[in-house]
């Protein structure tokens, strides 16, 4: 028989981090399950140069301001890593870690059970924070598995260096691919290739805006917009620089890989050294398999956070379909601030909707 707790998070990100800063005031018992070995939760695998593309102001967690860098820049993957050690430092959340989180199932109409390598963890409510890094998405192309050369998603690319002098394919029009294809750029013969010709906005837009926008979008404001979202390309100052110097012209897809490299459209054959896989993320959400609660889109289904299949399942973090913004560092905070008030009471109801 597991320990038994009142909630358990799944998850030691930034999503567990602001849940776990409003659980803390309501007297509920409960622990965070954290796979890392480290405070940070994705951003501890981010490249070395990546950039917020929101300012400090922007990209806090509840409680305590990320300090505004010291040349008023947007904040390096470093400097956030550096704020959520720091954050944790200061409020002590009850996180064990490394801790792998292997299923989470029923057991009655009480508990769920979340089975992990350290034994099991009984709840009578389990937030999924396990965010999208470990569940990288890399399209299918035919003679894909014929190609041998280097082939790496972008969760797992570090810098430029391996690339310098080689024939490079970046492969994704958002930020991330924008970012790596300004970096790779001063050093490799890199091509960018989107679906798409990608779409830059406006040089003094950033993650504050496109926040605002999100928020507006999902709850129905006059102020909502119909243009402008998080797959638009924020100009951070290295995809500016790119820019300017003309690095940021892209080219659509190829149509299948050979042992050696591409083939493009109008029939061309061309010797490719490497391919980064800008491509995204989706939900790592197997842990919650055995609920039966994912659909065919891989999605789990939501009344705001709370899983209609399973309603002592919350979710928070995952992207715009589990609470807006809230894959965001701010947007995490105020979507848990409503979460927890939320989960709070239905905990407390003597008429909790259980369904089995």
């Known amino acids: 028989m597991g320990e038994q707790f009142d909630v358990v998070i799944v998850g030691g990100g930034q999503a567990a981090l602001a849940a776990s800063y409003f659980l803390r005031r309501t007297g509920l018992r409960y622990v965070i399950l954290d796979n890392g070995t ?32 010291p040349d008023g820049s947007y904040p390096t993957r470093d400097e956030v890593l550096d704020y959520l050690h720091r954050y ?11 801790v792998m989180v292997g299923r989470v199932e029923r057991t ?52 430029a260096v ?6 490079v394919l970046v492969l994704g029009g958002g930020n991330s691919g924008a970012q790596i294809m300004a970096e790779l750029s001063l050093v490799a013969q890199a091509t960018w290739v989107t679906l798409h010709d990608p779409v830059f906005l406006p040089d003094d837009v950033d993650g504050r805006v496109l926040f605002e926008r999100a928020t ?11 243009t402008g979202g998080f797959g638009d390309i924020v100009m951070v100052p290295p995809v500016r620089a790119a820019r300017e110097r003309g690095a940021l012209h ?33 939900p790592a959400l197997g842990a919650f398999a055995p609920l039966d609660v994912i659909e065919p889109d891989g999605l789990i289904r939501v009344d705001g956070q709370q899983a209609i299949r399973e309603p002592r399942l919350w979710l928070l973090g995952y992207g715009s379909w589990c609470g807006p913004a ?23 109801s003597p008429t909790q909707d259980v369904r089995l």
């Not at 391996?162 to 024939?167: I, K, L, M, N, S």
């Open 216 to 226: 507006a979008r999902v709850l129905g404001g006059p102020s909502a917009m119909p």
């Open 326 to 348: 809230c894959a965001t560092l701010l947007g995490a905070g105020r979507v848990a601030r409503s979460m927890v008030r939320q989960l709070a009471a239905w905990l407390a």
């Open 88 to 98: 944790e430092a200061r409020y002590a959340p009850p996180i064990h870690r490394p």
């Open 250 to 282: 892209a080219v659509r897809p190829f149509v299948r890989m050979t042992a050696t490299g591409v083939v493009w459209p109008d029939g061309q054959e061309e010797a490719i050294d490497a391919i980064i896989w800008c491509t995204g993320f989706r």
């Open 108 to 159: 009655d109409q009480k508990f769920l059970n979340v089975s992990t390598s350290v034994g099991d963890f009984l709840s009578r409510a389990v937030i999924g924070a396990t965010g999208t890094w470990s569940a990288p998405f890399i399209p299918d192309y035919p003679g894909q598995g014929l190609f041998a050369g280097a082939q790496i998603h972008s969760s797992h690319y570090h810098n």
């Open 162 to 167: 391996p690339f310098a002098g080689r024939r």
């Open 38 to 69: 480290q405070a940070g939760g994705a951003w501890v695998h981010g490249w070395d140069s990546l950039h917020l593309f929101s300012p400090a102001s922007y990209s806090s967690l509840p409680g305590w301001p990320m300090p505004d860098t």
